[in-house]
T-cell receptor
Framework: ELKVEQNPLFLSMQEGKNYTIYCNYS?????LYWYRQDPGKSLESLFV?????AVKQEGRLMASLDTKARLSTLHITAAVHDLSATYFCAVDDWGGSNYKLTFGKGTLLTVNP | EAQVTQNPRYLITVTGKKLTVTCSQN?????MSWYRQDPGLGLRQIYY???????DKGDVPEGYKVSRKEKRNFPLILESPSPNQTSLYFC???????????FGPGTRLTVT
């Protein structure tokens, strides 16, 4: 059974600081997704990482994927208050006919002025 | 506007009273899915559908039913709701299994 673990689950940071959220998963997969959820809202797709070594950047967020280490990172550069949200990673279960998508528990990010 | 819609957005019901939450997408997506979100547990997949008439169980299918008679619609049915099904439910769709998913606005269900 695929397990997806995010660390940390709670992150409070000051504006202007850098930090990284980690997403580890337990079985072979070559595709990983990052989503953002604002309080009381739905989920919005941030990144789709398609292969080993993939790196994608959007504004102050950069995501990377290391399939050999079964690890993805979401790096936040010079955080601003607008980045406060819950961030989820999700992993495609590369199990042949198994088409499930498994999410991590999410990282609640609070950026303080 | 490309979107996934769900109805109702909020629902309070009593144990045992059958209910249906509708989900519709206007993007001609093949893959649709239902999730529930609970504090501390994240999102868990209930059922998914690869295409019309093709559905399969996710991680937490007990107590739920789905059907996919048309490509755009994927209703979630609770035949006999129980309090442990109180949750926030999301419908999502994508071009295929291995594409990013577009989520609906969510349905907050309370079963008393």
């Amino acid at each position: 059974e695929l397990k997806v673990e995010q660390n940390p689950l709670f992150l409070s940071m000051q504006e202007g600081k850098n930090y990284t959220i980690y997403c580890n998963y337990s079985t072979t997969s070559d595709r990983l997704y990052w989503y953002r959820q604002d309080p009381g809202k739905s989920l919005e797709s941030l990144f789709v990482l398609l292969s080993n070594g993939a790196v994608k950047q959007e504004g102050r967020l950069m995501a990377s994927l290391d399939t050999k280490a079964r690890l993805s990172t979401l790096h936040i550069t010079a955080a601003v208050h607008d980045l406060s949200a819950t961030y989820f990673c999700a992993v495609d279960d590369w199990g042949g006919s198994n088409y499930k998508l498994t999410f991590g528990k999410g990282t609640l990010l609070t950026v303080n002025p | 506007e490309a979107q996934v819609t769900q109805n109702p957005r909020y629902l309070i019901t009593v144990t045992g009273k059958k209910l249906t939450v509708t989900c519709s997408q206007n993007m001609n997506h093949e893959y649709m899915s239902w999730y529930r979100q609970d504090p501390g547990l994240g999102l868990r997949q209930i059922y998914y559908s690869m295409n019309v008439e093709v559905t399969d169980k996710g991680d937490v299918p007990e107590g739920y039913k789905v059907s996919r008679k048309e490509k755009r619609n994927f209703p979630l049915i609770l035949e006999s709701p129980s309090p442990n099904q109180t949750s926030l439910y999301f419908c999502a769709s994508s071009f295929g299994r291995r594409y990013e998913q577009y989520f609906g606005p969510g349905t907050r269900l309370t079963v008393t």
